[in-house]
């Protein structure tokens, strides 16, 4: 079947806009996540969905950044009034439940770029 | 909170076998994974270690001593196209945490 989907796959835009970022998970799972990815760098937790649960929002960096997830399957990222330090690859993965065992399945991000 | 260590580069000869090591603090430990990231690719999942041993799929096995916090990724009989970074994460009272990954170059 279709894996996770993330448009849009880059995305420029200068200081100071907002930008969304889309992800679309896998079919049935029920877990969502956000991770940022700086060059060379790890991945960094921003926010996890489970269900209809409130999401676990420990990850988001300032107050610019937020996320819903409407009927439990798509999720859209939001960054507000963009900065510099914003430029990153956005990930977003799903798996089928909270549990550690279940892995998580990537999308292939997106790239953000603030000029 | 929670924290890994893992080496940032590794080299290793084609069909040699190459030991990425991890060591984690954690809180509430659930298990440890490896993921195999590609440049410019998504990360995929190898392997999961809830309990203490190796767990070995084809080339690839991993290992857990929870007692000592730590594991590690063994890769045998490298190929090329099995140079990539690879990421330790672990589950605990939070969602997965990942280490900073291991950028693996293997050289003919």
């Known amino acids: 079947g279709a894996g996770v989907s993330q448009s849009p796959s880059n995305k420029v835009t200068e200081k100071g806009k907002d930008v969304e970022l889309r992800c679309d998970p896998i079919?049935?799972?029920?877990?969502l996540y956000w991770y940022r990815q700086s060059l060379g760098q790890g991945l960094e937790f921003l926010i996890y969905?489970?269900?209809?649960?409130?999401?676990?929002k420990s990850g988001l960096p300032s107050d610019r950044f937020s996320a819903e997830r409407t009927g439990g399957s798509v999720s859209t990222l939001t960054i507000q009034r963009t900065q510099q330090e914003d430029s990153a690859v956005y990930l977003c993965a799903s798996s089928l439940a909270r549990n550690s065992y279940n892995e998580q399945f990537f999308g292939p991000g997106t790239r953000l770029t603030v000029l | 909170g929670q924290s890994l260590e893992q080496p940032s580069e590794v080299t290793a000869v084609e069909g040699a076998i190459v030991q990425i090591n991890c060591t984690y603090q954690?809180?509430?430990?659930?298990?440890l994974s490896w993921y195999q990231q590609h440049d410019g690719g998504a990360p995929t999942f190898l392997s999961y270690?809830?309990?203490?041993g190796l767990e070995e799929t084809g080339r690839f096995s991993s290992f857990l001593s929870r007692s000592d916090s730590y594991g590690y990724l063994l890769l045998q009989e490298l190929q090329m196209k099995d140079s990539a970074s690879y990421f330790c994460a672990v589950s605990g009272n939070t969602p997965l945490v990942f280490g900073k990954g291991t950028r693996l170059s293997v050289i003919a």
């Open positions: 079919s049935g799972h029920t877990a």
């Open positions: 270690n809830a309990l203490d």
């Open positions: 954690t809180s509430g430990f659930y298990g």
């Open positions: 969905f489970q269900g209809n649960s409130a999401p676990d």
